[in-house]
């Protein structure tokens, strides 16, 4: 049989015990990099969403700002203003409150 002594023993338990601390530490990375790797999947998806709706929302201004020019231009052919048409607060004024200029014509006078 073999004969053991407590020093023997100790250092068993030493062994041991700093080789499931390893072990646990190298499972604590394992579990710490497939987050990291979940984290890192999600923000480059969150990414790429916002790249294209970056891009969908300039399409619309490119279009809201060809509309605006399209007016305009029909706005200067009709020989109005765009200050005619639209108040300081950019809400449209109604054909009834638009301010026609008074001419006065000297051969009524």
């Known amino acids: 049989m073999f004969r053991f002594t407590i020093r023997d023993v100790l250092w068993l338990m030493v062994v041991v015990?700093?080789?499931l601390v390893?072990?646990?530490?190298?499972?604590?990375?394992?579990?710490d990099r497939i987050e990291l790797?979940?984290?890192?999947?999600?923000h480059?998806?969150?990414?790429?969403m916002w790249e294209a709706e970056a891009q969908r929302a300039e399409k619309r201004a490119s279009a809201s700002r060809e509309a605006l020019s399209a007016?305009?231009?029909a706005l200067k052919i009709r020989g109005l203003n765009?200050?005619?048409?639209i108040d300081s607060n950019?809400?449209?004024i109604p054909p009834w409150r638009r301010q026609?200029?008074?001419?006065i014509d000297d051969a009524t006078r």
Do not use: C, H, Q, T
């Open 17 to 19: 015990g700093v080789g």
């Open 44 to 48: 480059v998806s969150r990414a790429k």
């Open 71 to 73: 007016i305009y231009v």
């Open 82 to 85: 765009p200050r005619d048409v």
């Open 22 to 31: 390893w072990l646990m530490d190298r499972d604590r990375i394992r579990r």
């Open 100 to 103: 026609k200029p008074d001419f």
């Open 37 to 42: 790797a979940k984290r890192e999947a999600e």
């Open 90 to 92: 950019n809400n449209p």
